[in-house]
């Protein structure tokens, strides 16, 4: 697909311009409205891909509901686990706890994890079937009741009695910039791997203790405006991190309901790393 399309969808779907402006403008670009019909089913999320780990999965133990008072999710743990395993708290994009998400927190329970799937709109009452509401909602939300609500997430995560006592978080997106802001705020955080996430103040960096691992597309131009003062201040304040931009990707690369942004070369090979350092340093005992 052409980038110019991808590129007017993430200024849509990140909050630059209304639904109505949007479609305008695809159709100018697409040359007709017609054409701009046909392109939307690609560019947007078709949930009907999204299940590659059934909900009923005998391998797993799924529970759908809170953790803690007010913190509600998807959470999974490997049926026939034996002795602790790390813990992750997995933040979803902008458009809440989606069929997409909920995959992917099973994905990491049969990777090994006790993985809780967060629903941040929970904050307001839960996230809906529509996902443009979702987008909307997720705009509303006060960033200290956001990450609070993280906060209290991980806490209940080290406190699970399968968990190690240590726990990481993973998050895309907006999930992504939320896994920086939580590693700022809780000292509790034992690592953070954020898919391509907006960064934080670098005066805050000093302030993380977590081990990041901190994926990127090299074709993300808006969120790869701030990578270099994170990683100056990453570097200066002596953190340990890495960085990977993955050649020739987009923004949500790792979102296989997304017929015009996933990659599935990025998509694995971010996968495969994030699981080793999850693995790393989450593992072990607190």
Known sequence: ??????????????????????????????????????????????????????????????QNGEI?????????????????????????????????????????ALEGFVAFGADYLALMGGTPEDPEVAREMIGKLNK???????????????????????????????????????????????????????????????KITASLLLHYASLDERINAGIADYEAALKAASKTYEIHIYEGANHAFNNDTNEARYNKEAADLAWGRTVAFLKQHAGGTS
Request: aromatic share 6%.
């Open 68 to 108: 803690a008072p007010g913190v509600s999710g998807q959470l999974a743990i490997p049926k026939n686990a034996t002795g602790k395993l790390p813990a992750v708290l997995v933040i979803h994009e902008n458009r809440g706890l989606n069929p997409h998400i909920k995959d992917v927190t099973r994905r990491m």
């Open 144 to 206: 200290d009741d956001v990450v609070a609500y993280s906060v209290k997430a991980i806490a209940a995560l080290k406190a699970h009695p399968q968990s190690t006592g240590k726990a990481g978080a993973m998050g895309f997106c907006w999930g992504g910039g939320q896994v920086n802001a939580l590693a700022v705020a809780d000292p509790g955080l034992a690592a953070g791997v954020a898919y391509y996430g907006s960064q934080p103040k670098a005066e805050d960096v000093p």
């Open 1 to 62: 697909m052409d980038q110019k399309y991808i590129t007017l969808f993430d200024r849509y779907t990140h909050g630059g311009m209304s639904r109505r402006d949007f479609l305008d403008k695809l159709s100018i670009l697409a040359g007709s409205t017609a054409a701009a019909s046909a392109l939307l089913p690609v560019l947007e999320n078709n949930y009907a891909y999204a299940e590659t780990v059934p909900e009923n999965s005998p391998d797993l133990v799924i």
